[in-house]
């Protein structure tokens, strides 16, 4: 199983990127999806997860209501579209994908729930 991020660069505050994960290997709707950033020094922490057939999701506090996220199941891709972004988003961003089932999407909320990996994308938001 691949995936393959890609979206992240520079912005300014307020502005908007779209960060997107390209998975092959495994069937696409069999994977739950997550996105997580990490800063140097900090644990990876999680942004956002969705359920296999998208119905799902979960956005952490500090992202809900800016970012969303979503599955294009035609092109075996995750999105995030991340608006109003702050200085504080600034990170390296991680997709992620998991094979386990969960009652709750919420319990998908730490990199030890996920079995695959995309390298980082890094975005940088400035003041």
């Known amino acids: 199983v691949q995936l393959q991020a890609f979206g992240g660069g520079l912005v300014q505050a307020k502005g908007s990127l779209r960060l997107a994960c390209a998975v092959s290997?495994?069937?696409?709707?069999?994977?739950?999806m997550g996105w997580f950033r990490q800063t140097p020094g900090k644990e990876r922490e999680i942004v956002s997860a969705?359920?296999?057939?998208?119905?799902?999701?979960y956005y952490a506090d500090s992202v809900e209501g800016r970012f969303t996220i979503s599955r294009g199941f035609a092109k075996h891709t995750m999105y995030l579209q991340m608006d109003n972004l702050k200085p504080e988003d600034t990170a390296v961003y991680y997709c992620?994908?998991?094979?386990?089932?969960?009652?709750?999407?919420?319990?998908?909320?730490?990199?030890?729930?996920?079995?695959?990996w995309g390298h980082g994308t890094k975005v940088t938001v400035s003041s």
């Open positions: 992620a994908g998991s094979r386990r089932v969960y009652r709750s999407v919420r319990y998908f909320s730490t990199p030890n729930d996920y079995d695959y």
């Open positions: 969705i359920s296999g057939n998208g119905g799902r999701i």
């Open positions: 290997g495994r069937p696409f709707n069999s994977l739950a």
